[in-house]
């Protein structure tokens, strides 16, 4: 047994949680499926070729092996040890900066291309945000001789100029989005409303775990990956075999999803770390958008707030249905970053480990440092973190900061 040094709530059990969802989509009171009609008939598609695909051993089998021979998986799990000493708690870095095209993204699109390819579709429709995601479609659609189109909000593109050139690199077509903030919000609505017109021949490979069923669990499923392995790499270097804290950050929430789905029948204490500013599951209230129910950053009149990170792939206003749920169970505790913060635990991890993380990984960073210092996380607890990216895409902003 673990002892009982934190003022969080115990875990509830496992059972019921991170499990397949109710009825439709469900995951307590959000979640579901709000969507014209049209892509309801889409998302029964897509939800009855999953199911089918995941019973499929054929199916597994060739994920498995584009995961392994094209993404570069299992990743490595990584002692923080100089950082660890410094920090008095014993920190492993789950190491999905060093999957190929450098963030966890990779492991959803690989599924989801997969089964697109396996559907029949000839092309993937995807929304961006800091281009990771459209990256990610990009490769996986290459590789398996799928078209690409990718919706980018103009100011992203103009923001993430690197990763536009490698989208075009790669073959796919990139849609600026010129409506609204210009970010990643309106690139979602405008690929969603891109897909009502084409669902026959294209499948709308979503970049987190939000979204109209079955998405936000398809996605986690697909995510799982990096929690099963820790798993199994905890299991194989720690006395418990299980950490006390399970760490990440959070935008959508998928890297997170996929961490925590491996530990969620242990005692393991989960944190999702956001943005100060598009701190969905901390700050924001019930809502519908984007084709589930969630919470949302709003004004007073129900009006969504626009987001704002210093981490492009955290600007987003709100959260996947299934974190909504888990904050509402007490089984996940969700905290937020301010962008100095960040920009601190980027620079420290980079100095202590030789690691330069995506600024996004580095908000999940800051909150382990802020809580090993103010007691949070006592002595010697065991703290396993999701690296979810590497920093490369973020030197433009970082130039003026180092
Ligand atoms: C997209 C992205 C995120 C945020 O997305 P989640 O769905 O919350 O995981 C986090 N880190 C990196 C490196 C990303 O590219």
Request: charged residues 25%; hydrophobic residues 40%; proline residues 5%.
């Amino acid at each position: 047994m673990m002892p009982d040094v934190s003022p969080w709530r115990e875990p509830v059990p496992a059972a019921g949680t991170m499990g397949e969802p109710r009825g439709r989509g469900r995951f307590g009171e959000y979640g579901g499926q709000y969507a014209p009609e049209s892509l309801v008939e889409a998302c029964r598609e897509v939800d009855e070729a999953f199911r089918e695909a995941r019973a499929d051993p054929g199916f597994r089998g060739a994920l498995a092996e584009l995961l392994a021979l094209h993404a570069g998986r299992p990743t490595p799990l990584t002692p923080a040890r100089r950082l660890s000493q410094e920090l008095g708690v014993r920190l492993y870095l789950k190491r999905e900066d060093l999957t190929h095209t450098g963030s966890h993204k990779i492991n959803n699109v690989l599924g989801q291309a997969l089964l697109a390819a396996r559907m029949g579709r000839r092309r993937l429709i995807a929304e961006t945000g800091a281009g990771q995601h459209g990256v990610a479609t990009a490769t996986a659609a290459a590789l398996l001789g799928l078209e690409a189109t990718v919706f980018m909000g103009e100011r992203d593109i103009e923001r993430q100029a690197l990763n536009v050139v490698r989208m075009r690199m790669l073959g796919a077509e990139v849609i600026p989005v010129t409506t609204g903030s210009r970010t990643l919000k309106d690139a979602t609505s405008e690929a969603m409303r891109h897909w009502v017109g084409v669902t026959g021949d294209s499948h709308y490979c979503v970049g987190s775990v939000i979204g109209p069923d079955p998405y936000p669990w398809m996605v986690r499923e697909f995510q799982r990956v990096i929690g099963d392995e820790a798993r199994a790499q905890c299991a194989a270097e720690l006395r418990t075999g299980v950490p006390d804290h399970v760490v990440a950050c959070v935008g959508g929430g998928s890297n997170a999803a996929g961490t925590f789905a491996g530990f969620a029948d242990t005692s393991a204490r989960f944190v999702g770390v956001e943005a100060e500013g598009g701190a969905g599951a901390a700050r924001g209230r019930p809502g519908v958008l984007h084709g589930c129910r969630s919470l949302f950053l709003q004004d007073d009149d129900g009006q969504i707030v626009e987001a704002h990170s210093i981490a492009a792939g955290l600007d987003y206003p709100g959260v996947g249905p299934e974190h909504a749920h888990l904050r509402d169970l007490g089984r996940a505790r969700y905290v937020t970053v301010t962008d100095e913060e960040a920009v601190a635990a980027a620079v420290r991890l980079a100095r202590t480990e030789g690691i330069v993380p995506a600024l996004e990984s580095a908000h999940a960073l800051a909150w382990v440092i802020r809580a090993a210092g103010g007691g949070e996380l006592p002595a010697g607890s065991t703290v396993l973190m999701t690296l979810s990216g590497r920093g490369d895409k973020d030197i433009s902003t970082l130039k003026e900061l180092v």
